[in-house]
Each structure stands twice: as structure tokens, then as C-alpha cells.
Nanobody
């Protein structure tokens, strides 16, 4: 699958952004999808994951209550609504698909469990 992330930008602390990730080339609805981020000098971090049905979600503790992941299988699109942004959210955000199809578990959220990485979209939050 090919993934194209967009929606990043430069915002002030407290602002909101909505990231989108459009998929093509593989049946999007078969795959659990995730958002990840990588700040300069740091390892890639799992941010949020949504099951292939959309009924299961997982968030890293640092974004719980501020970020919301969703998907529209009819549009082959994954979203990440980011509210109350903080400077520590500054990173390149990536979307990716779980390697296994028709599978979801709260514990399979590591970047190494995913592939088909998109090119990323930069989010910069200033204080």
C-alpha cells in the first residue's frame, strides 16, 4: 500500500491540526492503521492506532484526551485530530499499516509491527 500523509504545519501551543493519510494500492479496510512521530534526535514513537474496523483504538499516554484517531474506509483515509497541541508534539508524523491484515490488538503498537510508511508530515508547535 502507498500512503500519503498531509495536514502538518506550524502552529501555536493550544492550537489544533488535523492530519490525513490517504492509502492506495492495497485494500485499506483490511488493515489496522497507526500514526507515529519522530522528533529530531529521537526514536520513532507510536502515537495512536485504530483497528481495521475502526472500533478499537489505542493512544500513547502523552496524547490521551487531546488526540483522536479515526478512519473512513470508504475514502481509504486515516485521520488524526490533534487538539491542545504542545511544543513537545513537534515532530514529523507518519502513517503506516499493520503488517498483518484483519488483525488488531492493543499490544501490537510498535513501529516495527507496521510497514508501508508514508513520507511524513511536519508538525511544529511553538510556545
Amino acid at each position: 500500500v502507498q500512503l500519503q500523509a498531509s495536514g502538518g504545519g506550524r502552529v501555536q501551543a493550544g492550537d489544533s491540526l488535523r492530519l490525513s493519510c490517504v492509502a492506495s494500492g492495497r485494500t485499506f479496510s483490511r488493515y489496522t492503521m497507526g500514526w507515529f512521530r519522530q522528533a529530531p534526535g529521537k526514536e520513532r514513537e507510536s502515537v495512536s492506532v485504530i483497528s481495521y474496523t475502526g472500533r478499537g483504538t489505542w493512544y500513547v499516554d502523552s496524547v490521551k484526551g487531546r488526540f483522536a484517531i479515526s478512519r473512513d474506509n470508504a475514502k481509504n483515509t486515516l485521520y488524526l485530530q490533534m487538539n491542545s497541541l504542545k511544543p513537545e508534539d513537534t515532530a514529523v508524523y507518519y502513517c503506516a499499516a499493520l503488517k498483518r491484515e484483519y488483525y488488531y490488538t492493543d499490544s501490537d503498537n510498535r513501529p516495527s509491527d507496521f510497514d508501508s510508511w508514508g513520507q511524513g508530515t511536519l508538525v511544529t508547535v511553538s510556545s
